[in-house]
């Protein structure tokens, strides 16, 4: 039983494609990763089979795939790389860093949910949705940053390129009040292995309790559902019970407990 390591994605996914394959929902932070990632590994058992991935971009910010917890307990990175944050499914992530032996701190606790049957908000919210464009960019970018900033991600200088990326494929959408003001947003991943994510659905403060979230989290499902994707997944944090209600209410369930960490200074 072993880690291995490369960083080259070709060379990750012929040897973890079978696990990919078949745990897209487990594996999907890994999967939107892989192409960009500065290190991916893989965990391999007895029998040779991987029943273990990782992704880290920068390799001191290191995200879990599905894996067992003795593959997270033996995780040694190479050239004694030590991990700054750490994020997985609870489990695993804590078999880690009871190996590891530094001290930590809570950084997120998500859950991670998998569409089953789609249910709309009925009636609809007010407003419509529509694709974001480039006059979008400042105001999604203050967006961006207090997204990150309330869920404790790891805030970006500028969120321009992040956005345009995700603008210019089409996969990032707009709520608009009935006034054609932008109220709300969402963003979907590249549908890979047939499993495509829900992702930074935000609301502006001001327009909050209007309906708005579940108005925008339809609109990017359906877009999702429209790619392709076999599983539409999205993540939510265990601390606010309105998005974790709000979901079950559009038809998501329940896959697994994801834990976020970071390290302290000290053991």
Known sequence: MSWHFTTDPDTFRTAARALLAAE?????????????????GWWTG???????????????????????????????????????????????????????????????????????????????????SRTATTADLPLLGDWAADFAAVHRYEPRD??????????????????????G???????????????????????APAERGRGYAAGITTTATRAALG???????????LANPTSNALYRRLGYRPVADHLGVRFTAGT
């Open 46 to 128: 007895p029998d040779g089979t991987v029943t273990g991935v990782l992704a880290a971009s920068p390799p001191t910010v290191l995200t879990f795939g599905a894996m067992p917890v003795e593959a997270a307990a033996a995780l040694a990175l190479p050239d004694g790389t030590a991990p700054a944050t750490l994020r997985g499914e609870t489990a695993a992530v804590e078999a880690y860093v009871r190996a590891d032996g530094r001290s930590w701190e809570t950084v997120m606790g998500i859950r991670l949910f998998r569409l089953g049957e789609l249910t709309p908000r009925d009636p609809a919210p007010a407003g419509r």
């Open 158 to 179: 500028d969120y321009t390129d992040f956005l345009t990326e995700r603008m210019t494929e089409g996969r990032l959408h707009v709520w608009e009040t009935p006034e």
């Open 227 to 237: 790619s392709g994707a076999e599983q539409v997944l999205l993540f939510t944090d």
């Open 24 to 40: 897209p929902a487990r594996n999907t932070a890994v999967l939107t990763m892989m192409d960009t990632a500065e290190l991916l």
């Open 181 to 203: 003001d932008p109220a709300a947003m969402a963003a979907v991943s590249r549908t890979i292995e047939g499993q495509a994510r829900v992702h930074l659905v935000y609301t």
